[in-house]
């Protein structure tokens, strides 16, 4: 026995194509192609990774890609107008600031300047608002990836009992949100939860996002539960570096019934997601219906 390894890099694949289908489809039907801009203050080596990848697989399902690199000592002020002027461009249907932000900028104030129809990270207060309400939203990339993978495994989650670790704005909170959503029974934890070992034993759906190296051993898991690992360290591996996620993959796999790994998991399907959200917010933006099975 041991889990099924839930190949999140395969699975974003398909996204990414059914996405550049309904792309094609949207330019030879309507000559509308969707832009998505990303915005990274700041020459944080992870972060540039990320938005190269963002950049590739954006062209690659036939979109338009607009980068705009800042200095790190780029004033606020310079940031806001950049996201007025995306705000005001009809081509840019997707705008992303990349996380984190230098410490003289106020994250919150810049992330409620983007227009929340164009905010595709789901971070906006009114798509916060939208989520918590169960109403149309743009739902953030992480989560909606994690969704996507536990529904294609367990269909309807109703009824459940899902531990979410972790209870950040971008990730564990509307992770919570949309399990909620599916009828779990939903527990978030965090850092001040007591026994914690007790509360994920309990989870038939366990979603890890921490930014701790293996902090969640298997002995933690329900045998046959489903576990999302949506977090990445790198860390030291003799002399070189690599990857690993909140939970501890090898004492987890023989327990859990089905795992994401890292990498190859929760990370590639958050692109895929993004991808996505550009093109739900560029089907609502010209008033036509978003395709069913990219969002909620
Ligand atoms: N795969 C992907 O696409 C993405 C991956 N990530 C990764 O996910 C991880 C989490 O990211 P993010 O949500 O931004 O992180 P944050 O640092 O914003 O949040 C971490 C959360 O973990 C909680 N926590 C910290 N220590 C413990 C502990 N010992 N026990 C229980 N809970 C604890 C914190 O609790 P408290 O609130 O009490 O401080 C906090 O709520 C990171 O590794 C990040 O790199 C993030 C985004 C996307
Ligand atoms: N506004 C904003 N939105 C984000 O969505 C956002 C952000 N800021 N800041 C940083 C985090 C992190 N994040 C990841 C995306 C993809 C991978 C990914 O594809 N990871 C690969 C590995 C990549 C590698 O090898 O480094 C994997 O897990 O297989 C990881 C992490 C999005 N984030």
Known sequence: MGADIIDGK????RVR?????????LKSDHDITPGLAVVLVGADPASEVYVRNKGIQTREAGMNSHEHRLPSDTPEADLLALIAQLNADPGVHGILVQLPLP??????????????????DGFHILNVGLLGTGQKAMVPCTPLGCLMMLRDRLGDLSGLNAVVVGRSNIVGKPMAQLLLRESCTVTVAHSRTRDLAAVC???????????????????????????????????ADGDRTRLVG????????????????VPGGVGPMTIACLLANTLTACCRANGLEAPEGLTV
């Open 10 to 13: 395969g699975f974003a694949a």
């Open 17 to 25: 194509a059914e996405v550049a289908g309904h792309v094609a489809r």
């Open 103 to 120: 410490a003289h900028m106020d994250a919150e104030a810049v992330i409620n300047a983007i227009d929340p129809a164009k905010d595709v």
């Open 201 to 235: 034993r309990g989870a038939d759906i366990l979603v890890a996002a921490v930014g701790r190296p293996r902090m969640i051993p298997g002995d933690w898991v329900k045998p046959g539960a489903t576990v999302i690992d949506v977090g990445i360290s790198r860390i």
């Open 246 to 261: 909140d939970v501890d993959f090898d004492s987890a796999l023989p327990v859990a019934g089905a795992i994401t790994p």
